[in-house]
């Protein structure tokens, strides 16, 4: 099982610890570093500061989401940093929800998000190969473009850059069986945005068949510390925010995950303590249970622990979300 280092999306503004801790893990052998976004700071100016910082570690999006730009636009940011980088850069690609895509990027939610997603990973591929010009008649991407308003000259193309890796890995984060299942058929890898090593029944099906190389990284909250339920109060905090407010009521992929892990009622009751303004009261509301069993938190020796869970199933790297290089140095350590 390989270690991987995600530092999530900003906050306020940067965080200066950022680049230390990409330093620190490079040092340490963490052979990947991931960056995200939401609704503030991009996925990839980050991630290609870090580059021009590090020399070996790779380099991954967890996750630049796909409303944020066309397939090709994306296509370009990846094979561009690919070509500074030398050759590290991995596609972390997500759809996100609807109250984000609508809200934020102000594009509608597709009514087939396999379908969008499908077609949006076909266009990037074929960036990618350069094999001929892009061309897709798809329902969600059309290349070239033909829809209501179309000039009518629109030109099939394909890349001037000439991509370094036809290859360059993309991995997509999926919560929904149909979707995990459909990520095993068309991607490289999958980022879970929550795993139990204890539940992974829970996705059994869904992962039946992985093809040989095929990524499975989760991320989790690690932190070497003595109580272990101040540990979890970032894990707790994380989770209040996203069953509680990244969604509506009627439509929460996130809470629904929480839901078929066994933490139905739980998540339900987070939901309405956070639409109803009473944050505080739903992160407490949060299982400590729940955040123990998809982070890493406690002293060394319970780490270690639990870290033999980890490595026991498909998890081929773990995307560690720390806040601090002693306990990035820890788990190099342990693992």
């Keep these: 099982m390989r ?7 900003w906050g306020r503004g940067p965080d200066p610890a950022h680049l230390e801790l990409a330093r620190a893990a490079e040092d340490l052998g963490y052979t990947s570093v991931w960056t995200a976004e939401a609704w503030g700071s991009d996925a990839f100016t980050p991630l290609t500061w870090i580059a021009a910082h590090t020399s070996r570690i790779r380099l991954g999006t967890a996750i630049a989401q796909m409303a944020a730009r066309s397939p090709t636009a994306t296509a370009m940011h990846a094979l561009t940093l690919d070509h500074l980088s030398g050759g590290r850069m991995m596609l972390g690609l997500g759809l996100s929800g609807p109250q984000v895509v609508e ?15 499908r077609e949006y990973v076909d266009v990037v591929r074929q960036v990618l190969r350069r094999e001929a010009p892009v061309e897709l008649d798809g ?11 179309a000039t009518g000259l629109g030109k ?5 850059t000439h991509p370094l890796r036809a290859s360059l ?15 095993t058929r068309i991607a490289d890898g999958w980022l879970p945005l929550y795993w139990s090593p204890t539940r992974t029944d829970v996705y059994e099906a869904a992962l039946d068949g992985l093809p040989e190389g095929f990524m499975v990284a989760p991320m989790a909250r ?9 540990g979890l109060l970032p894990v707790k905090a994380m989770l209040g925010f996203y069953i509680g407010g990244m969604g509506a009521a009627a439509r929460n992929f996130h809470a629904d ?12 009751h ?9 944050e505080e009261e739903a992160v407490m509301a949060v299982p400590d249970a729940f955040a123990d069993e998809i982070s890493l938190v406690g002293p060394r020796e319970r780490i270690a622990e639990r870290l033999e869970a980890w490595r026991a199933g498909p998890v081929t790297d773990l995307l560690v979300t720390a806040p601090d290089p002693h306990t990035l140095r820890v788990l190099a350590e342990l693992n």
């Design 103 to 117: 809200g934020w990027y102000g594009r509608p939610f597709p009514a087939s998000p396999l379908t969008a997603t």
């Design 169 to 183: 890995p993309v991995l997509l984060g999926a919560e929904g069986p149909g979707n995990i299942a459909q990520t």
């Design 156 to 160: 099939a193309l394909k890349p001037i």
């Design 3 to 9: 270690l991987g280092l995600a530092l999530g999306y």
């Design 139 to 149: 329902r969600f991407h059309t290349h070239p473009y033909r829809g209501p308003g």
């Design 270 to 278: 987070i939901q309405r303590l956070f639409l109803q303004g009473r």
């Design 257 to 268: 995950l929480m839901a078929r892990m066994g933490y139905e009622q739980e998540a339900r």
């Design 222 to 230: 690690a932190r070497v510390c003595d109580d272990v339920a101040e």
